[in-house]
């Protein structure tokens, strides 16, 4: 995931930091905007974790820090909910004038109630996300319980959250309470998505109830299973980037491999691996893959094995040149099935090899034909098998060119 750290100013010239995660081949099919949670800032593991999934799925996602919070420039005793929603649309408008405006607006907790009503001055948004967001934003004011009193009566007080510091004016509470959110969700008209944990502790999950039955549809709900407010466990956030990129898909401006142009219509793939241990994007036509090695050595297995991609593609090969030969002679194949192993054996052991010392690679491939085909036709399909592009590659002279990359 390519990160590019960037500023951009809000509506009083403060400085927001902020950073865009990139596919791994730089082109992403779409911009996105994520809203951290109250307090929060980008550098939250389930933001980070989240725009990291998007991205592996080809959408550039864009996470800043609110006024005062983070790296940001500002003061947060100063802000309120509704300059939260402002330093969004400064957000969009800085993605619209720098590199595209954003089609999808992800939001988690206070976040998601932030992007609810965002969506209305951002013209280009067509999806919207929330996780684990409260229906109205005064909820929020249960985390300041304590101090509530105080405030109300000398007009401010620092409170504690998280183990940090905050001082909270009266502004704020007055914000809240006057923001109602139910005329924003009803009038949304974007397709929603609603994410939610039915065991939330900090918003409850009544309020993505109300949140959906307020909004019109387009409209699909999420269930985040056991996950706590912070998605915490880092599965829940990937799951969550992951679901999200996926149903988001539906609702954006897509262009297909042919829009592309013809450099993109090529067969360069792009692969990267970062930091993670040995997770790794692959970017094929278009296509996002993960590649990963199990935890036993090391990996976060999060994907299959650069040998189960070989054996894949080997595999999808042979059935695709099958199905190709069959359909041209009209034999009724209904369909075919591969089972492929790969392992190192000692050349001693393989009479056919020319290697005789060491080890050789080998490769056992299982073919079911499924169909009413004849004892002549699946004989003919066999050996049709051993002429598919990939296994011939395989078995002929490669020549692998490596140099370094100049910009």
Same mark, same amino acid.
């Given at each position: 995931m390519p990160v590019q750290p960037i500023s951009f100013p809000n509506d009083h010239g403060d400085q927001l930091a902020a950073r865009l995660s990139l596919p791994p081949d730089g082109r992403p099919v779409a911009y996105a905007l994520f809203a951290h949670c109250f307090t929060c800032n980008r550098n939250l593991n389930a933001v980070r974790r989240i725009s990291q999934e998007m991205s592996d799925h080809g959408l550039a996602?864009?996470?800043f820090d609110f006024t005062g919070l983070g790296d940001s420039e500002g003061d947060f005793s100063e802000t309120s909910f509704s300059s939260n929603v402002d330093d969004l649309v400064s957000a969009a408008s800085?993605?619209?004038?720098?590199?595209?405006?954003?089609?999808?607006?992800i939001g988690h907790s206070l976040g998601g109630a932030a992007v609810l009503k965002a969506a209305g001055s951002i013209p280009s948004c067509k999806a919207v996300v929330t996780i684990g967001a409260p229906a109205d934003p005064e909820h929020v004011t249960h985390l300041i319980a304590d101090a509530r009193e105080t405030?109300?009566?000398?007009?401010? =007080? @620092?409170?504690?959250l998280a183990g940090r510091s905050f001082l909270i004016k009266k502004q704020f509470l007055d914000d809240l309470e006057e923001t109602r959110m139910e005329e924003n969700i009803?009038?949304?008209?974007?397709?929603?998505?609603?994410?939610?944990?039915?065991i939330d502790q900090t918003v409850g999950i009544d309020n993505a109830a109300r949140i959906f039955q307020a909004a019109l549809h387009p409209k699909s709900f999420l269930s985040l299973d056991k996950a706590d407010h912070l998605l915490s466990n880092e599965a829940d956030a990937f799951y969550v980037?992951?679901?999200?990129?996926?149903? =988001? @898909?539906?609702?954006l401006d897509v262009p297909g491999a042919?829009?592309?142009?013809?450099?993109a219509a090529g067969s360069q793939v792009v692969v990267r691996t970062g930091r993670e241990r040995y997770y790794t994007e692959v970017v094929a036509s278009g296509h996002h893959l993960t590649v990963d090695e199990p935890e036993s050595v090391g990996g976060t297995d999060r994907g299959g094995t650069p040998y189960d991609l070989l054996l894949g593609a080997l595999g999808s090969c042979t059935s695709i040149t099958l199905r190709m030969y069959a359909d041209r002679k009209s034999w009724p194949l209904e369909e075919i099935v591969v089972r492929l192993t790969h392992a190192k054996i000692h050349a001693s052991h393989c009479e056919t090899c020319e290697t005789a010392?060491?080890?050789?690679?080998?490769i056992?491939?299982?073919?079911?034909?499924?169909?009413?085909?004849?004892?002549?036709?699946?004989?003919r399909l066999l050996e049709i098998a051993d002429r598919c592009p990939v296994h011939r590659t395989l078995h002929s002279e490669i020549l692998v060119e490596t140099r370094l990359y100049k910009p």
């Open positions: 996602v864009l996470q800085y993605l619209e004038a720098h590199y595209e405006a954003p089609q999808v607006l405030i109300e009566r000398t007009g401010q =007080a @620092t409170v504690s009803r009038g949304l008209r974007r397709a929603l998505l609603v994410c939610h944990s039915p980037g992951r679901a999200a990129a996926a149903w =988001a @898909t539906r609702y042919s829009d592309a142009g013809p450099e010392e060491g080890k050789v690679d080998r056992e491939r299982e073919i079911e034909l499924i169909g009413d085909l004849t004892d002549e036709q699946r004989a």
